[in-house]
């Protein structure tokens, strides 16, 4: 048994197929074979079963998928971890980021980092935050960066997350809004008005029910907003549609669908050029932080590492002591 035939035969599994899994790394279906076959006759054992059209493991084999998974992830953390040492750092990396972090933040890390680090491939997932959390307590990603903290019992066990640098939400309007001529607004005045709102899971639409819940909670009147608490739902927000990201949200303000609260990161372009408006909400702490998000009980890949040092260099200055 080698690492070689190790990787053939998690290629199979995944691919469910000996023809596929010999496209995916360039060897033929008889080569793929032979692999397969000189593993089985190694272990004494049948490892994988045709059924029709596909490839499936056998008992046996799903164990011995779970090692071969581990031990070519050692082989990769091995030689990232010497080539690091020796300063020629290179191999593949997939981070996560929720949908502003990967579309304002992380891109302009990228092209600093593959610059230091040529022979490093990034790959970036994009998801909502509740997405991305999962996919680092699943292993899919070794980190992230998401725009608000896990609330789930028993991730606050798995994953870590460390402020990594702040971010300020306001009130979006058009131009033309009735709003726009004002710097701020009371938040009664704001429930009046058609509102875009964000899906669940959304680290934005998380950040905002945290902000009222937190204004109720202080009020002298908190039954105004009768706000349901430990959800993400408040109720007396005219709520007109619900959109599933930041770049919808804004096509749907600028097209008279409502008004929403969102990052200015994501609108400052529309602000310069005078398009949208940007208000505060009396009463409403908007401010927030983006949270880098590992797993608690996995050890980090030296690249992995590697990308982590340097993000918190460049954005260290941005966070609030």
Known sequence: MDLWQLKVFVNVIE???????????????????????????????????RLGREALPTKAGVVLYNYAKQLLSLKDKTEAGIASFLGNARGSLIIGGSSIPSTYIIPKIIGKFTKKYPHISLSV??????????????????????????????????????????????????????????????????????????????????????????????????????????????????????LGSNASVIQGILNGAGISIISTIAVQDYIDSGRLKALSVNGLNLKRYFFLTTHRKRTLSPLAMLFIDFIKNELQENIAI
């Open 125 to 242: 997932i994009t998801g909502d935050t509740s997405e991305i959390t999962e996919s680092i307590v699943q292993g899919e990603v070794e980190a992230g960066i998401v725009g608000s903290e896990v609330n789930k019992g028993e991730y606050n066990t798995i994953l870590k997350q460390e402020k990594l640098t702040e971010d300020e939400m306001k009130l979006i309007v058009p131009a033309s809004h009735h709003f726009a001529d004002r710097t701020s607004v009371d938040i009664e005045n704001l429930l009046k008005e058609p509102f875009i709102g964000r899906e669940k899971g959304s680290g934005t639409w998380e950040s905002i029910s945290k902000s009222i819940a937190n204004y109720a909670k202080e009020s002298i009147d908190s039954s105004k907003l009768n706000v349901q608490y430990g959800s993400c739902t408040c109720d007396k927000l005219n709520i007109s549609v619900r």
């Open 15 to 49: 691919q469910k197929s000996f023809s596929k899994a010999g496209e995916a790394i360039f060897l033929s279906q008889p080569t793929v074979s032979s692999h397969i076959k000189e593993l089985e006759e190694h272990f004494k054992c049948k490892l994988i079963d």
